[in-house]
Each structure stands twice: as structure tokens, then as C-alpha cells.
């Protein structure tokens, strides 16, 4: 998907994350567990709240193939509302796995970053039919 290039996360430690439930369900894990195996339980979150942002700005009226940056990233912010729920579940699982505070953080930091090149790069792609 989109954020696997960005992120650049490997998918392969989430093999090992899936083969012991544990991990998903028990808080007191998430600080013997490696950078990756969070950041590959974290990346099914941020991938669909990154695929609802996208949506809602593709699909809003101001949207056009050759905005500004700083147009797109008011588009972006002025979506994000309508992906409330799922940009929470991300911020939370991001607050668990990393610490309190954390969640907040990535978002308006790395996450916010690089929205608008995952929203291009959705944008570049030829529909599938």
C-alpha cells in the first residue's frame, strides 16, 4: 500500500507479530517488543486512516491535479475530521506501543509530512478497472 514505500516499514516482522496474539492484547508486552514488530502492528492503523484522508481529499470540490503544497495540506487538515475515529485508533495504538503523548506527536509530525506525497502519489496512479 501507500505508507509501506513511505514508511518503509518491513512487512515481514508483522509475520511474527500475528504468530503470537499476545502481543495485540496484553499492554504490559508492548515494551519488550522490538521498533519494528510495533511499527508493523501500528501499520494497518495508519494505513486506513491514511486511506480515508485521501479519500475525503480527493473527494472534495477544492481538490485539483495541480494545487499548491500549502492548499493540499489545508485540504489534508480540513479532512481529517471526517477520519476522526480512525486517526484516534492510530493516535491510541501509537500511545500504547511508544508511550503517552507519542500518538499526537507522530501525528503532527512525521505522519503530517507525508500525506500530501502519499495523496500525490494515489493521485499518479492509473485507475484500475
Known amino acids: ?6 514508511f518503509g516499514l518491513s512487512l515481514v516482522v508483522k509475520a511474527s507479530l500475528d504468530t503470537n496474539p499476545s502481543i495485540h492484547s496484553n499492554p504490559d508486552v508492548w515494551p ?11 501499520l494497518p ?4 486512516a491514511t486511506q480515508c484522508i485521501i479519500g ?5 470540490p ?3 491535479d495541480h494545487m499548491r503544497p500549502d492548499d493540499m495540506n489545508d485540504l489534508i487538515i480540513d479532512s481529517i475530521p471526517g477520519c476522526a475515529a480512525l486517526v484516534r485508533a492510530m493516535i491510541d495504538a501509537h500511545d500504547r506501543m511508544y ?10 509530525g ?6 500530501p506525497a502519499a495523496v500525490k502519489q494515489v493521485r499518479l496512479k492509473p ?3
Not at 500500500?1 to 513511505?6: G, H, K, N
Not at 519494528?36 to 501500528?42: F, G, I, R, S, Y
Open 1 to 6: 500500500m501507500i505508507l509501506e514505500t513511505i
Open 32 to 42: 519488550h517488543v522490538s521498533v519494528q514488530q510495533k511499527d508493523a502492528a501500528l
Open 45 to 48: 492503523l495508519v494505513q486506513k
Open 56 to 60: 475525503k481529499v480527493m473527494a472534495n
Open 62 to 64: 477544492r481538490f485539483t
Open 99 to 108: 508511550g503517552s503523548g507519542s500518538g499526537e506527536a507522530f501525528l503532527l
Open 110 to 115: 512525521p505522519y503530517l509530512d507525508v500525506l
Open 127 to 129: 485507475a484500475s478497472r
